[in-house]
């Protein structure tokens, strides 16, 4: 299961595409989705996850480098089909249930 860390209010949540529990926020469009995968447990570990979150909940905005968010999103955006309205679109046949890109290497 997939623990990642709210964007918006900096809760952890399972999913990293999932709706926040505690403030309803749901992230959309692909950069987005990409933000939302590099703070989930695919890219970074459970232990820093949590600092994040701490930190988030204080008030501390994100600082994603902007060649890997760009990057990032581009993946997502080749490889997530979207919705219109930006949130990713059932796959035929059951899409697995994340199918996250791979963080490049830093
Ligand atoms: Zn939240």
């Excluded at 820093?48 to 600082?63: C, D, I, M, S, Y």
Aim: proline content about 13%; some cysteine; glycine content about 8%.
């Amino acid at each position: 299961m997939t623990v990642a860390v709210c964007l918006n209010c900096g809760q952890m949540k399972s999913g990293a595409w999932t709706a926040c529990p505690s403030c309803g926020y749901q992230p959309c469009g692909a950069e987005e989705l990409a933000k939302a995968l590099l703070v989930s447990d695919n890219c970074i570990a459970r232990d820093k996850l949590e600092e994040f979150a701490a930190r988030r909940q204080q008030g501390e905005p994100w600082n994603f480098s902007p060649e890997l968010l760009e990057r990032f999103t581009q993946q997502v955006a080749a490889m997530i089909p979207l919705t219109p309205d930006g949130h990713p679109a059932p796959m035929e046949g059951g899409a697995p249930e994340q199918p996250p890109p791979q963080a490049p290497p830093t």
